[in-house]
């Protein structure tokens, strides 16, 4: 199993960013896909989630409206389209696989690896 995240980088204040998520070795379309953030010295905490088919989300309130997570079950990837960010938003940004749509970390089978944005001017 690999889950494997591209798309990171350096950003300024109100820019954007498209992370990536590319999974392999499970059968993807029967997981439900999440991303999540872990910034220093600060618990790792859930950014969003979608549904095996995608047709439910979920977002945490500090990215709605900023954030969108998406999915192509045929290209087993994960997306999560990031705007307008601000410099709270630094952290690595993990994407993860799991059989329930929960907000639980410890409920998530596979994780990826992580990759670092920072929001900075």
């Known amino acids: 199993v690999q889950l494997v995240e591209s798309g990171g980088g350096l950003v300024q204040p109100g820019g954007s960013l498209r992370l990536s998520c590319a999974a392999s070795?499970?059968?993807?379309?029967?997981?439900?896909m999440g991303w999540f953030r872990q910034a220093p010295g600060k618990e790792r905490e859930i950014v969003a989630l979608?549904?095996?088919?995608?047709?439910?989300?979920y977002s945490i309130d500090s990215v709605k409206g900023r954030f969108t997570i998406s999915r192509d079950n045929a290209k087993n990837t994960v997306y999560l389209q990031m705007n307008s960010l601000k410099p709270e938003d630094t952290a690595v940004y993990y994407c993860?696989?799991?059989?329930?749509?929960?907000?639980?970390?410890?409920?998530?089978?596979?994780w990826g690896q992580g990759t670092q944005v920072t929001v900075s001017s």
């Open positions: 993860a696989a799991g059989k329930y749509m929960v907000t639980t970390l410890s409920w998530y089978d596979y």
């Open positions: 070795g499970f059968t993807f379309s029967s997981y439900v």
């Open positions: 979608i549904s095996m088919n995608g047709g439910s989300t």
